[in-house]
């Protein structure tokens, strides 16, 4: 009865193994479909992004050294930086973002930060949208005036269609194409806080 017992513990476990593993499957299928929102209804700029991201990361090994798999990255900021497919100077049109979050300070200048691709750890725009052009000025800023009240109304977690333009980052000395809100000035931008000018933006439905 005891071996009978055994088996039958072992039959449970592999049964309820091998459903909490469908279930773990199901859900990252089902977050990928929801992301490939990105690639599907993005522009072609941020097609190009995507693509240079995923063909970086599959061309790097688990087994490669800290050393290679920084020269992957640099290899890929230099790309960025010379494509005519982005237009890393240019503004940025027609991209798609999910919306992380929507904060506003005392004075309701906004920070915006927007999902932009379908990584686990989502690469991430990042905006400061300052009502005056300046902290000193008393001059409006028109893109501040054009999406207060349509920032006003997102949630967490709805798609946008926005434009602007990345802040270029430090690609002589660092070989960081894209400036990042961090420490460090590193050619790696997948995964990344990007800083970004965001001068129009709209909820998809």
């Known amino acids: 009865m005891g071996k009978v017992k055994k088996f039958l513990k072992w039959i449970s476990i592999i049964i309820g193994g091998s459903f909490a593993a469908l ?3 199901a859900f990252f299928f089902a977050e990928d479909k929801d992301y490939s929102r990105f690639y599907e209804d993005g522009s072609d700029s941020q097609k190009f992004f995507i693509d240079l991201i995923r063909q970086t990361e599959s061309g790097i090994d688990s087994s490669d050294n ?6 992957a990255w640099i290899n890929a900021s230099k790309t960025l930086c010379a494509a005519s497919e982005f237009n890393v100077k240019g503004v940025q049109s027609g991209w798609v973002g999910k919306v992380e979050s929507i904060e506003a ?11 932009i691709d379908n990584r686990w ?14 902290d000193f000025s008393g001059e409006d800023n028109p893109s501040y005036n054009r999406m207060k009240n349509e920032l006003l109304n997102l949630s967490k977690g709805d798609y946008v269609k926005f434009s602007g333009a990345f802040v270029m980052g430090d690609l002589r000395s660092d070989n960081e194409c894209l400036n990042q809100i961090s420490f460090d000035d590193v050619p790696e931008f997948a ?3 990007l800083d970004f000018d965001l001068q129009d933006i709209a909820k998809l439905e």
């Open 121 to 134: 750890d989502a690469t991430t725009t990042y905006s400061y949208i300052q009502k005056k052009k300046t």
């Open 66 to 71: 800290g050393a290679k798999k920084k020269l």
């Open 191 to 193: 995964g990344a806080k």
């Open 105 to 115: 300070d005392d004075d309701l200048d906004f920070t915006v930060k927007l999902e």
């Open 23 to 25: 279930m773990i499957a």
